[in-house]
């Protein structure tokens, strides 16, 4: 495998699961770069443009959705394929908005590489694949916002049903059970902050005009 094809770029925020894609691309030969968060892969690409990026979607600071909004409006990234990754954004909905914003490829967690190594040869050989005009601002931020809402309240829901279990619990299950827990209050806690962000930018807008 030679490195003409550009480097593949990482972005995950989970240190085992980012350490797993990276030895595991690296193995396979190709030259991998890896990112934390959506922020932190725009610096990357601004810099180099990758031949890939492959990336989760709840994430800090910027999201999947966002990052890939943000590529698809820049004529010089637009046409980068994409494969996103996640566990928690899987509806048919979420999926539905991932198509809608350019995204080449969805794979739900855990990955499966026998089919994930493959999907990342074949999106190489195929070159730059064919682009959809991208979401104009307005619709990519309400639909964004729509699956931000929707998997809020979803985390809530879990978090009070979780809650209402602990107690059910033998003292031998509750570590596991509470790290799960903190897990998903992490995560409604993150959806928040995106949510309210997104709201303050439509807000914003709307008062420019």
Do not use: C
């Not at 909004?69 to 928690?88: C, D, G, M």
């Not at 350019?102 to 990342?120: A, Q």
């Not at 694949?129 to 879990?158: H, S, V, W």
């Amino acid at each position: 495998m030679d490195n003409l094809q550009g480097y593949l770029l990482v972005v995950e925020d989970i240190p085992d699961i980012l350490n797993l894609l990276d030895t595991t691309l690296k193995f396979k030969g190709y030259r991998v770069v890896t990112a934390r968060d959506g922020q932190e892969a725009l610096d990357i690409i601004q810099k180099e443009h990758p031949a890939l990026i492959i990336t989760d979607i709840l994430m800090p600071k910027v999201d999947g959705f966002n990052l890939v909004h943000q590529l698809r409006i820049n004529t010089e990234t637009r046409k980068i394929p994409v494969i996103f990754l996640s566990a928690t954004y899987v509806a048919p909905e979420d999926k539905s908005f991932a198509v809608d914003i350019g995204v080449t490829h969805f794979i739900e967690k855990p990955v499966n590489l026998e089919e994930f190594l493959p999907l990342v040869a074949n999106l190489l050989e195929q070159g730059v694949p064919a682009i959809q005009e991208p979401l104009t601002d307005p619709d990519f931020y309400n639909g964004y916002r729509r699956r931000l809402e929707a998997k809020l309240n979803q985390k809530m829901k879990q978090i009070t049903r979780d809650q209402g279990l602990l107690d059910t619990l033998s003292e031998e299950e509750k570590p596991a059970f509470l790290t799960s827990l903190q897990q998903a209050i992490s995560q409604r806690d993150e959806i928040q902050h995106l949510l309210d962000r997104i709201n303050e930018t439509m807000e914003r807008r709307r008062k420019a005009g």
